[in-house]
C-alpha cells in the first residue's frame, strides 16, 4: 500500500508507478517536485508537504491508462479523487498552470468546474513550480518556459491558444510566489 498521496513520498511513488515510461514527462514531474520543494518556503510551514505531493502529482493524468477526457488537469483529478486522495489535493492538480483556460477551450469548463479552483500561495507555488521547469527537467525563467510551451504547441491549438490567454495570470502567479520567497 503506498503512503497517504498528501504527503511527497506518497505522492512520488504513485508518479514513479505511472510517469517513468513517459520519459521527458517523468523528468519534468521529478524536477518540478525538486523545484517546489525549493519554493516550499513561499507557503505556509503545515502546507509544504501538500505543495511538494501536488507537484509530484500534477501531470499524473498523463499516464495512458488515466486518460479518459485527454485534458491531463481533469482526467488526474478524477483519478485521485477515485483513489481517496483529498479534495485539496484533487483540486490543486485539476486547476495547476492556469487549467481553467485550457478547459474552455476543450469545452470542457463544466467538467473541471466540479472541482473548486483555490486562489492561494499554495496554487501559486505550484504554478511557480512548473511555469520554471521546461519540458525535460530543465531550469526556465518564465518567459523561456511560455515561449517553449507556444513554440512546441501549433498555433492555433488548443494548448497555445489556452496559454496565450493564460499568460498574465501564470505570471502573476509566479510573480506572487518570487515575492514570497523574497527573490
Do not use: C
Request: charged share 25%; hydrophobic share 40%; proline share 5%.
Amino acid at each position: 500500500m503506498l503512503p497517504a498521496l498528501d504527503t511527497p513520498q506518497g505522492a512520488a511513488a504513485l508518479a514513479e508507478s505511472l510517469l517513468p515510461p513517459l520519459g521527458n514527462r517523468w523528468l519534468h514531474t521529478q524536477a518540478v517536485a525538486a523545484h517546489a520543494r525549493e519554493a516550499s518556503a513561499a507557503v505556509p510551514e503545515e502546507e509544504r508537504d501538500l505543495l511538494v505531493a501536488a507537484a509530484w502529482l500534477h501531470d499524473i493524468g498523463y499516464a495512458p491508462d488515466l486518460r479518459e477526457t485527454g485534458f491531463h488537469p481533469l482526467d488526474g483529478a478524477r483519478y485521485l479523487e477515485a483513489q481517496g486522495a483529498s479534495s485539496r489535493l484533487v483540486r490543486l492538480v485539476a486547476h495547476h498552470s492556469g487549467a481553467v483556460y485550457e478547459a474552455e477551450q476543450r469545452g470542457l469548463s463544466e467538467e473541471l468546474a466540479a472541482y473548486e479552483r483555490e486562489d492561494s500561495p499554495l496554487l501559486d507555488a505550484l504554478i511557480y513550480a512548473d511555469m520554471t521547469t521546461g519540458p525535460a527537467g530543465q531550469s526556465f525563467d518564465f518567459d523561456r518556459r511560455i515561449t517553449e510551451i507556444l513554440d512546441r504547441y501549433e498555433t492555433g491549438s488548443e494548448v497555445h491558444i489556452a496559454i496565450s490567454k493564460a499568460r498574465p495570470y501564470l505570471e502573476a502567479a509566479v510573480e506572487r510566489t518570487r515575492s514570497r520567497l523574497g527573490a
